[in-house]
């Protein structure tokens, strides 16, 4: 296990089979598909930047990388894709086995480079969407958490603000003389015509036919967009006068919410003044949409919110509609390159089942909290505009590219991002997730989003012994060409090797390359996508049907003696991860809203393996006066009455309290001197805690409960 996360630490990337299966008969028998799951922009302390164009291959287009084979004296490389030979350029004619280009040194197989040429930066933008169709204690949450966050814009962006109930409200902030907005019914979609038309952008001179920004002047975008360091004052007045939605609301009905109406407003806002900049549509949402497009209930309160057992039986009346159109608002987003944010905050639900489609293709956050008041809407918030080692590292217009070895195809991609429909001699005939294609658009990513890659092994037969020695090698590149934070253009390239095998005797290769936890999560993203596109897709019997698979072909066992089957121990954990993904809230909807479960799954396929295993399996430790810190069995025999365990599921963190520690904490025994011992035990997972919480986004929620006590059924 930590030879593969050594791999992860210098490249960003973990592989379900580090041994490859060499044949497309031999990688069925494996089960397990060959994945690769990957963190385009993970930071890296010596990463190398180089300040010039990468040399790349003219057959295939891959980059210069420490697998190529050179021949010094020709000044010539060899693509190890294609095998086609290239003649380095006149600037590397000094090259040679003593004197190499940084990308030929073996430990840079992770390179960036940074173009002179393309160092104009880029101003990100940030729109606020807000629901004001909530009660008033809701609305004095969300104000006063977005007061506190006006201050961290980062110094070069531009900002603008939405509001929305029946009505659709954008404010024109840059109007300095008088609070000034223009207002859309919220029954009907507007089009980006009708946006500019309706707010007058060309009314001293004629729309022009073609232009970059549809002809719109510095002058018309100052008017919704402005400079995070001008907005301020700006942004306050409009939230200090901000009010709930002022249209009564019958008994027997919902609020009236104009969510999709809002949100086509705010991208054909931003499609006309910065197509292709680093935008992002932040929205606040405070309830179900009842109103216009992408309506997921109607205001009659007999109608109950669609369930899943509405879905499986085709009797949500709401939901292909409202799929519709999100999908073809996340298709003007990606076409615009802009990004959207969820931040959900309510007891009902708001419809973030819907959104999924456009949230995911556009590499957005996504938060669900119970109200606007809660630390995990405040802290993630924050968590958002931080700067510096703290931050988030937000990035945008990431374009992803594959090149691998002919034997190789990719099937897909699963996580956050969008097809740009290359189609390649790269792309398989099966596709799993956003496939049929060797490109995809990350519309937005930061340094913790990860993807996962699935491959298709295309060689069917068994090469003979003298080619496999000599070639066993199968070569991947990832090229993530990005907007970093900082506003420079930058080109991001991971090359990697893996040894492939075939025939007799490969079990044991393939067994000592297996990464059991990439496996898991990759097995976790897999079956959740199934889940959502077959309709009689069965993920319990599938699960079970594929451990039988794998222990029968790499366990050790005697037919018909049960005691003697063993698994190696880089095979021994599999099993329970699948045991707890069978239970997880990934596969059992019981009890969850189809809201919560497409929060969990999204979140799941954009984490990376370790947070992954986390989701799925989760990590209890103990504390006790007899021993250190230990990690327990995830079992009712865990508790005992002197002892504090520590639950962390990801999505909550749990500090459970035994009934003795709890009696003695109430009796104020720690807070005397003689009891030091006591209470350092009890701070200690607390400051375990607050260490998950602060390196994790979104913040989990974080329960501290006692044996015996109410919130008790948190650790259940």
């Keep these: 296990m930590a030879e593969f996360m050594e791999l992860e630490a210098q490249d960003g990337v973990r592989m379900t089979w580090n041994v490859v299966p060499g044949t497309k008969e031999e990688a069925g028998n494996c089960v397990v598909p060959v994945s690769a799951i990957y963190t385009p922009i993970k930071p890296f302390p010596n990463m190398l930047v180089l300040p010039y164009a990468p040399l790349r291959c003219r057959n295939c287009s891959s980059v210069l990388n420490p697998f190529c084979v050179m021949d010094f004296a020709a000044k010539i490389w060899i693509c190890p894709f294609c095998f086609h030979r290239s003649h380095f350029p006149a600037h590397y004619a000094s090259v040679s086995e003593e004197n190499l280009p940084a990308e030929l040194f073996p430990q840079y197989t992770t390179i960036e480079y940074k173009s002179p040429r393309e160092a104009a930066c880029l101003q990100s933008v940030f729109m606020f969407v807000i629901d004001t169709s909530i009660i008033e204690e809701e609305m004095a949450f969300l104000k006063s958490a977005l007061s506190q966050v006006i201050g961290l814009f980062p110094d070069n962006s531009l900002v603008g603000l939405i509001t929305f109930g029946t009505l659709v409200h954008l404010h024109e902030i840059g109007f300095s003389t008088a609070p000034k907005t223009y207002v859309f019914k919220g029954s009907k979609d507007v089009s980006k015509g009708q946006l500019l038309e309706q707010m007058g952008f060309f009314l001293n001179k004629p729309k022009p036919l073609t232009g970059v920004r549809d002809g719109l002047s510095s002058e018309s975008i100052a008017r919704f967009l402005l400079p995070a360091s001008e907005c301020e004052f700006a942004i306050n007045s409009v939230l200090e006068e901000l009010q709930k939605d002022p249209w009564p609301i019958p008994a027997d009905q919902r609020a009236s919410r104009s969510t999709g109406t809002a949100l086509s407003v705010a991208a054909s806002l931003l499609g006309a003044c910065f197509p292709g900049s680093g935008a992002r549509i932040m929205a606040f949402l405070g309830g179900p949409s009842t109103e216009g497009p992408g309506a997921i209930v109607s205001k009659n309160l007999s109608e109950p919110i669609r369930s899943h057992k509405d879905m499986d039986k085709d009797s949500a009346p709401h939901y292909h509609k409202a799929i519709k159109f999100y999908e073809t608002l996340a298709k003007q987003l990606v076409h615009q390159g802009h990004v959207l944010d969820l931040f959900a905050c309510a007891v009902d639900q708001v419809g973030v089942a819907e959104l999924k489609v456009v949230v995911e293709r556009t590499g957005g956050f996504v938060v669900l909290a119970e109200s606007f008041g809660h630390s995990v809407f405040k802290d993630t918030l924050r968590r958002v505009f931080q700067s510096g080692d703290k931050g988030l590292g937000l990035s945008s217009n990431g374009i992803l590219e594959v090149n691998c070895s002919k034997d190789l195809k990719v ?115 897999l079956v959740s996508f199934k889940m959502e596109i077959e309709a009689e897709f069965d993920p319990i019997r599938w699960l079970d049907k594929a451990l039988i698979h794998i222990c029968s072909r790499f366990g050790d066992y005697q037919k018909d003696t049960p005691s003697s089957f063993s698994l190696s121990p880089r095979f021994s954990i599999f099993p329970q991860f699948m045991f707890h993904l069978r239970r997880s809230q990934f596969v059992q909807v019981f009890n969850n809203s189809p809201d919560e479960t497409a929060y969990f799954r999204m979140i799941l396929n954009r984490e990376n393996v370790a947070n992954s295993v986390v989701m799925i399996q989760p990590s209890l430790v103990s504390y006790s006066f007899q021993s250190v810190p230990e990690p327990a069995l995830l079992d009712v025999t865990a508790i005992a009455a002197d002892r504090i365990l520590l639950l962390d599921s990801y999505f909550t963190v749990v500090i459970f309290h035994g009934s003795t520690i709890a009696q003695w904490r109430k009796a104020g025994y720690h807070d005397q001197p003689e009891h030091q011992a006591f209470a350092q035990l009890l701070q200690a997972p607390r400051d375990d805690a607050d260490a998950i919480i602060k390196e994790r986004f979104p913040v989990p929620r974080l329960v501290i409960c006692d044996q015996h006590g109410s919130q008790v059924s948190s650790c259940s």
């Design 411 to 525: 099937q897909g991609v699963l996580g956050p991002c969008a097809s740009l429909e290359k189609r390649s001699p790269l792309c398989s005939d099966t596709i799993i997730g956003q496939g049929n294609t060797s490109a995809w658009k990350m519309c937005g990513l930061d340094q913790a989003t990860s993807l996962c890659l699935v491959f298709d092994i295309v060689r069917k037969d068994i090469p003979d012994a003298t080619v496999q020695s000599s070639s066993s090698q199968f070569y991947f590149q990832f090229l993530t060409f990005y907007q970093h934070s900082s506003g420079e253009m930058r080109l991001r390239v991971t090359t990697l090797s893996r040894r492939w095998v075939a025939g007799p005797g490969s079990i044991q290769d393939l067994i000592s390359g297996f990464d059991q936890d990439a496996a898991a999560a990759a097995m976790a993203r």
